[in-house]
């Protein structure tokens, strides 16, 4: 995680006077790992992994069908659709599509999947636009990080519900990352215990602009409003949008029969969001320097 934080924040220092290939070269690099192949699991619950081993995708089992969280990069779709498939679930069943944020590395399957399933896509309110326009936002005409554009059923703020079957899901707003960055909570069983359960939008300033002509309005104060919310948080299992976020493959390859769940980590939101608001001090400080040079 370290790694492609520090990686994806110095591109956006660079982003503001580096040249579009400059994001293109970047994005060749980490593709790669993007669309590497991870054996899909049961990771807690009625929550599985189907994603990348780079780019985290969720299937969450109901008693009315499926719910996919995210999806990859356009060319994981395949990839994805046989994950699903290889935990004895069909894509045919998937009855609604989550967005955690409307990047592209997260939102290149929905159209597809969408248009194969009729599922319902629910994004945040603030990233609806970008979803049905198919772009980064304040970088519209970037083609190397738009996606397909696709339509959205359902847009939340802050404390909206959805359920489907068994299960609810709660739509916390969490921007900085994406205008409408969305986190989703829920509780899982975990043999006899109830455990709550946080998928993390994001928290990384990534390609954004914080300062001059900002990726978005307002983003500085989302950013820090969105540490302080998570932090306070009451989280048992911190998932996130990429593996790196939570440790996912080495809590996985921990996992054992009759074992505790190594997911199973509290504290550990409050942990990472210390680190990203240290990080985030420390990109605004660099975009702030590099802004007054000019």
Request: net charge negative; hydrophobic share 40%; aromatic share 8%.
């Amino acid at each position: 995680m370290k790694k492609l934080t520090a990686a994806l924040c110095a591109l956006a220092f660079l982003a503001t006077g580096a040249q579009a290939q400059t994001v293109k070269d970047f994005l060749a690099v980490v593709t790669k790992k993007w669309t590497t192949p991870f054996e899909p699991f049961q990771l807690i619950g009625n929550i599985y992994y189907v994603g990348t081993d780079g780019i985290a995708v969720y299937i969450i089992k109901t008693s009315q069908g499926l719910i996919l969280m995210d999806t990859a990069l356009p060319e994981s779709t395949g990839m994805i659709k046989d994950n699903i498939a290889k935990l004895g679930l069909k894509v045919s069943e998937i009855k609604i599509i989550l967005n955690t944020h409307a990047h592209f590395d997260h939102t290149g399957g929905f159209a597809e999947i969408k248009k194969e399933t009729g599922a319902q896509l629910i994004a945040g309110e603030r990233d609806q636009p970008l979803l049905e326009g198919g772009y980064y936002p304040g970088d519209e005409k970037n083609e190397d990080l738009a996606f397909p554009a696709v339509k959205v059923d359902r847009a939340v703020k802050e404390g909206d519900k959805i359920t489907l079957g068994d299960t609810t899901l709660t739509a916390h707003a969490t921007p900085g990352h994406s205008p409408g960055c969305t986190s989703w909570e829920m509780t899982v069983k975990d043999g006899n215990q109830d455990r709550e359960v946080l998928f993390f939008c994001s928290g990384t300033v990534a390609l954004n602009r914080l300062v001059g002509q900002p990726t978005h309005a307002g983003i500085v104060d989302d950013y820090r409003a969105t540490y302080a919310k998570v932090k306070a948080m009451r989280i048992d299992v911190l998932l996130g949008p990429h593996p790196e976020v939570y440790g996912m493959q080495a809590k996985r390859a921990e996992m054992k029969d009759g074992a505790p769940n190594p997911f199973v980590k509290p504290g550990e939101l409050a942990a990472y969001s210390t680190t990203l608001s240290e990080d985030f001090d420390k990109q605004l400080a660099k975009q702030t320097a590099a802004l007054e040079k000019k």
